[in-house]
Structures are given as C-alpha cells and as structure tokens.
C-alpha cells in the first residue's frame, strides 16, 4: 500500500526537467551514454542522474546495472528489485527518465494520460486544464488529495544536504513547496496557476471489494486499509441471509482465509483489528447461509455442469470438482463469465492458478485445436488427382 507525503525538494527538482515513464513506458529504449534520472519519491539521497555506459550499464549505490535496449518501465523494476533486495529502501516509488530539455506541465497518478504537456516557460496554465490535458481523474483518483509541486530552484546545495540529514531524522517537512487542493466535485472552482517547471500528482485511492450477501455489492475506494465494520457498512450492510459464520477475506495473491464474526469480530485486540482489515485489491466475501450457490464449469470437462458451493473457490479447485479436463480440452485457455456480463480469457496455470470463482460465475473449457488429417489427405488426394487431369487435358 503506497503512502504519500510532502516530497522533498531534491527529489522534485530533478523530476520536473524529464519526462515521466509514463509517457515513454515501452516505447523509448535506454542507450549508451543516455542519462538517466533515477527518482525515489521521499528517499532524495537515493535519487541521481547517471550516465549509461559504454557497456550498456549503470552504476548504482554499489550495484552494476545492464539497461541498455530496455524500456524505462524494465528499468524501473531492476531499480525497485535492486534496492529492495539490497535492504536499502523498503517498497520504494521510484522515477526512472531519460534526461530530456522540454519544458511542460508534468501531471501523473490517477489520471488517465500521465504526462508531460508542453507549456512555455513563461506562461502558465489552470490546474484543471493540466488534469484535463492528461485526460481527466481515473476512477480511483482522490480527488481530495491533488498535489501541486512548485519548483523552486533558488535553494543552496549546502541546505539541500542538510534538508536530506533532517528528513532522515524525521524532523524536517517540505510542505511550503508542496500544495494540496481539494478538487472534489461539490467544491467550488478556484484559479491554481500551474507554471511549466511544476508537476501535478493526483494520489490514487486502494480499491477493495465486497461481494456476496451484502445490500450493495462492488468495489469500494479507500485510502490505506479499512476494517471490515466500515466495508461492510459502505456496501449497504448485510443481507438478511448472510452466512456470519465463514466470511472470507481474500487476499491479493488469491490465497484466503475464513472467520467467523461470532467468534473473532468484536474481539477489539491489535491483532485481530489487523487480521480482519481490508488493503488495495483485497476483497471480502459473505456466503449465503441458507442455500449452496452454483458455479458452473461447462465444456470439455468430465462432469460439466453446476459445482453447487458456499463462498468462491479457486478456479483449480472448480475443475477438479467437475472431474479434470478431457483429453481433447484446451488446459491453457479457459473463459470466465462473471455475473455482471464480463467475459474474461483467462490463461491458465494447472495445479498453480490461484483465481478465485464467484457463486453464479461461469467457466467455459474449449476444444483444443487440432489438426484433421483425414480430411487433409482427402484434400490433398483430390488436389493431386485435379492437377493431374489438368496436365493430361493440356497435354492432349
């Protein structure tokens, strides 16, 4: 779970002089001698600028890095991997541009198009106008939590260290150069100048789910975690047919646990307030305690047909219970039908795939595709036979 604070000034000088991955992504690919801003979002000693060899590589606090032919999102990871595995930043946020002299609005984070947009250097545009150029709020984007980073490049190198010496004591605060807006819908407009050299980052909110027997069944925003009296609460409440006695809480990775309300729920312990809560992409299922819900596996199973059970189940788990795959199945790619209409093509992992399968979803096995060779030698007898009476025709 990403948590977001004043960003220290170094960091934000360096940044706003490049473009941002996201507008890169997969498409510009690092080479010899092309400098690299590598940004690490409220870490300033670990942000630098370096210069890829001739070998195709970096150096890095103590790390030896090949980038050359990759793409920055590939760099970025081999960053994030090298510092993690190094123990030096834990879950860092990291920047990772190429060194580019364009000047324009930098917007990124829960907007559609993160980018930069050009703007003169001396002119300045609206705040909405930025977040409206990189295509509007996504659906998760807390619209409460709108930073406008302002670039200040007036600040001596000597105080820029110290900043850095008081930020790891945790006594030192950049907010003067970072503003926050509240930009919601039922706020009035104000007039925020943003000038070329800033950047605009919209904090995007975690996204949890409540399924099952709850009166408004969905996806739920938050920021940070929340427990399960508030989930349960913003999904409108249980229905009068929930199943207390086994929710299930559903983790990111697809592995889940059960519990019980009645016996663990109102237990206000650390431990337990930390065992129930809900984080980004986790997700909280009420079973039906009144009737087994179906789901169905249809196809080239050996018992197609409806797997009556009691919460969700893992995708591996509903096609041993419908007896395996047939000889014919294609075991690689199965389709999953939600209860909302969605049709998802799902590559399977066997024995490993941890998915996780609603009541009333629907998985389709297809035929594996295969080669008819009657039918192929049938053709290519008629194809010989056809060519041969036409070599005798012309030649008569």
């Keep these: 779970m990403i948590r977001f604070r004043a960003i220290p000034i170094c ?5 706003l002089v490049v473009s941002t991955s996201a507008v890169l992504g997969d498409v510009y690919k690092i080479k010899e001698r092309d400098n690299l801003l590598i940004a690490v979002i409220g870490q300033p000693e670990y942000t630098q600028t370096v210069q890829v060899r001739e070998d ?46 364009e000047t324009g609005v930098i917007v990124g984070g829960a907007v559609n198009n993160p980018g930069r947009y050009p703007l003169s250097p001396e002119s300045s545009t609206d705040l909405y106008r930025a977040i409206a150029l990189a295509g509007g709020f996504t659906e998760n984007a807390d619209r409460q939590q709108v930073r406008l980073i302002r670039y200040k490049p007036n600040i001596p190198k000597k105080d820029r260290a110290n900043d850095v010496n008081k930020q790891r004591n945790g006594t030192y605060s950049d907010a003067s150069n970072v503003e926050i807006f509240d930009l919601s819908t039922n706020q009035p407009y104000r007039e925020i100048r943003v000038a ?17 027997e709850v009166k408004t069944p969905g996806k739920l925003f938050i920021r940070h975690s929340v427990s399960i009296t508030n989930a349960l609460a913003r999904a409108g409440g249980m229905t009068e047919e929930a199943n207390l006695s086994s929710f299930v809480k559903i983790n990111k990775d697809g592995t889940h646990i059960v519990f019980s309300i009645s016996e663990e729920y109102w237990q206000d312990t650390e431990e337990n307030e930390k065992e129930i809560s809900l984080t980004d992409g986790e997700v909280l299922f009420v079973p039906n305690a009144i009737k087994m819900e179906p789901i169905y596996v249809t196809g080239y199973v050996r ?94």
């Design 11 to 15: 960091s934000v000088l360096l940044m």
């Design 56 to 101: 195709g590589r970096i150096s890095y606090f103590g790390g030896d890095l090949e980038v050359a032919g990759k793409s920055t999102d590939e760099v970025n990871r081999l960053i994030y991997d090298f510092l993690q595995n190094e123990e030096l930043v834990n879950n860092p946020i990291i920047m990772v541009s190429p060194v580019l002299h």
């Design 196 to 212: 070329a050299t800033d950047l605009v980052y919209v904090v995007p909110l975690s996204v949890i789910e409540v399924q099952g």
């Design 303 to 396: 018992a197609p047909g409806a797997q009556r059970v009691r919460g969700p189940l893992t995708i591996n788990k509903a096609i041993a219970l419908a007896g395996g795959f047939e000889d014919e199945a294609d075991s690689k790619k199965l389709f999953i039908h939600r209860t909302d209409g969605t049709i998802i093509e799902h590559n399977y992992i066997v024995g490993k795939d941890t998915t996780i399968l609603y009541p009333g979803d629907i998985i389709e096995v297809k035929k594996r595709f295969q080669l008819n060779w009657g039918l192929i030698s049938t053709m290519a007898s008629t194809t010989i036979a056809i060519t041969y009476f036409i070599i005798n025709l012309t030649q008569n």
